[in-house]
């Protein structure tokens, strides 16, 4: 932790996500991984839907989808 690593997995994602031409990347997580959150937050990533009910053997756990947009490096 704490070692740029995943920020820098992050940033990899995006490029090669550009790359192929999409616009943007989802990415889903639990409300129990508090620094994952954390870390999609830092990554400019914006939770867009939370589901309560995701989960049919784990009535606890909570999804979050969180989404990075950008613009393609192709520029479209």
């Given at each position: 932790?704490?070692?740029?690593?995943?920020?820098?997995l992050c940033e990899a994602v995006e490029a090669w996500?550009?790359?192929?031409?999409?616009?943007?990347?989802?990415?889903?997580?639990?409300?129990?991984?508090?620094?994952?959150?954390?870390?999609?937050?830092?990554?400019?990533?914006?939770?867009?839907?939370?589901?309560?009910?995701?989960?049919?053997?784990?009535?606890?756990?909570?999804?979050?989808?969180?989404?990075?947009?950008?613009?393609?490096?192709?520029?479209?």
């Amino acid at each position: 932790r704490r070692e740029g690593v995943a920020t820098a997995l992050c940033e990899a994602v995006e490029a090669w996500a550009a790359s192929e031409g999409c616009r943007a990347v989802m990415i889903q997580t639990q409300h129990i991984n508090v620094p994952g959150c954390r870390l999609y937050e830092q990554c400019g990533c914006v939770l867009r839907k939370v589901r309560h009910d995701a989960y049919l053997d784990r009535p606890d756990e909570v999804q979050m989808l969180w989404e990075k947009r950008f613009e393609t490096m192709l520029g479209s």
